[in-house]
């Protein structure tokens, strides 16, 4: 009893606590169930999402015998964020609880932990970040996979991104009213979340976003879809610069251990533009290396995911949060793996009823695939997929 009257006492006190210093210290503190001491030395606030699934994967388009289904909880997320004695000192905590989700194909255990940072707003603007987190990647990356218009993200991303690395991270950003520009950036270990000691290599990312109509309404370039309906046209320009001296996996914070580390270099291009439910999205990620092949004592093969690719997202909103949305995908491999990985090109569609915008929604999407020999051009196969998700959180 009295650990729960402690638990109403905070809640009581939190309305009042987190109102209190600079807004933009806490954004996320507007979510989830919240809670704060009476003297504001310590905030929480928290959150959960699952993710529901069923799919369908054709053995080609003219056999549409099922090749696999995909039934499962694709994500069951904890969130915890809040502050430490001060609003300017913040915490970030993601946990994940879904196997689909904990990077088993890879280490064999489940990794549950996802994010763990700390923040400190050293001024207006400028934030230090130590721990585990999301690299300043490719847009798509960054945006949440709660919050995404498609059931997922496209096969560019899940090639080519950047993902979760231990290290600093530094971001500053300025917004005036017609024109706003972000600065991120981060020095990490380069090896993907959670990961042991390994080399003397690192990885060094830098991004930069352009903002010439000014900021969106609240963190809406951050959302896919135009759930907000921008009143005003804004777009929002951003490219990232990425290099990883001594991978050790195969797409640098992913994939399989690779037998030989690699030097890794990406780049990032993308673009966003919302206007009264109408919102239009691009991105286009390299990643190259010198030699993608590496080889153990046995001459048994591992490969850098290496290549180039761009993924385009068109989407229109209505009031009633009724969303369509059309995508495009192309992925090419990089030349010393034409004979490994095909050219993948994908076009899929998506109807999405939001309830509470992306934290309670329903999504389906239909998407057809086909692929090409890199070096004829000849397609090699073809597939349909379907998926039905569910999203409920707060």
């Not at 400190?120 to 934030?127: E, L, P, R």
């Not at 950036?185 to 352009?210: C, F, I």
């Not at 777009?235 to 797409?251: F, L």
């Not at 209505?318 to 995508?327: G, H, Q, V």
């Amino acid at each position: 009893m009295a650990a729960l009257a402690g638990l109403f006492t905070l809640a009581f006190f939190q309305t009042n606590c987190l109102a209190q210093g600079d807004p933009t210290l806490d954004p996320i503190l507007k979510d989830g169930i919240r809670f704060a001491t009476p003297d504001n030395t310590f905030a929480l606030a928290l959150r959960f999402r699952v993710q529901s699934r069923i799919g369908y994967l054709s053995k080609s388009s003219d056999d549409l015998e099922p090749k696999e289904f995909d039934f499962r909880i694709r994500r069951m997320r904890l969130r915890l964020d809040g502050h430490v004695l001060n609003p300017r000192l913040r915490y970030q905590v993601q946990l994940s609880f879904s196997r689909a989700d904990q990077d088993w194909d890879v280490s064999a255990v489940p990794n549950v932990l996802r994010d763990a940072m700390l923040w400190y707003q050293v001024g207006k603007g400028f934030v230090i970040g130590l721990g585990q987190g999301k690299l300043p990647g490719n847009r798509q990356r960054v945006i949440s996979s709660g919050e995404q218009q498609f059931a997922d993200r496209s096969i560019v991303n899940n090639a080519l991104t950047l993902d979760r690395d231990v290290g600093v991270f530094a971001n500053y950003s300025a917004d005036f009213d017609r024109f706003a520009f972000r600065i991120k950036t981060a020095v990490t270990n380069g090896e993907g979340r959670n990961a042991l000691p390994s080399d003397k290599g690192l990885a060094y990312t830098g991004r930069l976003e352009v903002l010439p109509l000014g900021p969106f309404t609240g963190r809406n370039d951050y959302f896919e879809g135009d759930l907000e309906h921008e009143q005003r046209p804004k777009i929002s320009v951003a490219a990232t610069i990425h290099s990883n001296d001594r991978a050790v996996r195969a797409g640098g914070q992913l994939g399989l251990p690779l037998y030989e580390s690699r030097d890794l270099f990406s780049v990032h291009a993308d673009m966003v533009a919302k206007y009264r439910g109408w919102a239009l999205s691009s991105e286009y990620l390299y990643r190259q290396t010198d030699n993608p092949a590496t080889y153990d004592a046995g001459q048994h093969v591992r490969y850098v995911t290496a290549g180039e690719g761009v993924n385009t997202q068109l989407s229109y909103c209505t009031a009633n949060l009724w969303e369509t949305a059309l995508r495009h995908s192309y992925l090419a491999p990089q030349r010393e793996l034409y004979d490994k990985d095909p050219k993948r090109t994908q076009y899929g569609v998506c109807v999405s009823k939001y309830l509470n915008k992306h934290r309670v929604k329903v999504q389906t999407d239909f998407f057809y695939e086909y692929l090409q020999n890199p070096e004829t051009g000849l397609k090699t196969g073809d597939s349909f997929q379907w998926r039905f998700q569910v999203e409920l959180g707060i």
